[in-house]
């Protein structure tokens, strides 16, 4: 199976950086995914790791590490809107089944005060 | 615009009843997905269907039944069986086959379902 580890909760300051860690273990790591959700309302596709190293949209960049089994998504120049939760989700190529199966970490739930 | 419509928004389900959730998607992919999220919870997958007349439980099936009669269409129903079924169900659809790529999953905007 897999383990995938975040923090619970999160506070920043508007205007501020924030990184989000997130840990995991699986047998046959094929990606990770970041997506953004808002109270009530459906997660939103972030950004998407498969290799190591960084990967930057605009205010959003995701880092992964996969022989430390370790990712993070940092955001730069926090706004109130970004007061959400954060997904981390993996996929495993060893799964049965295969194809776009994602196990998803508890989120992260992000709040930006003034 | 393309997309993918969940509904009804809001379902009460009474006792040993079985209600069954809508899923529909014009984004032309394979595979769909159903989950169900807990107050501070994650996800949690329930079904899944990678082509048409195929799915594959999940991690959580028990209580649950699904169909996938068209591409289009992945209803999910919650029977009398599944004895805590209020939470928030999302439904989602990704491209690219059973390989699936760097294609990420889109969702729905969730039905919630409550017991009366």
Known sequence: GQNIDQPTEMTATEGAIVQINCTYQTSGFNGLFWYQQHAGEAPTFLSYNVLDGLEEKGRFSSFLSRSKGYSYLLLKELQMKDSASYLCAVRDRG???GGNKLTFGTGTQLKVEL | DGGITQS?????????????????QNLNHDAMYWYRQDPGQGLRLIYYSQIVNDFQKGDI??????????????????TSAQKNPTAFYLCASSGGGVRGGNQPQHFGDGTRLSIL
Not at chain 2, 8 to 24: A, D, I, M
């Open chain 2, 8 to 24: 009804p928004k809001y379902l009460f389900r009474k006792e040993g009843q079985n209600v069954t959730l809508s899923c529909e």
């Open chain 2, 61 to 78: 099936a028990e209580g649950y039944s699904v169909s996938r009669e068209k591409k289009e269409s992945f209803p999910l129903t919650v």
């Open chain 1, 95 to 97: 799964r049965t089944g």
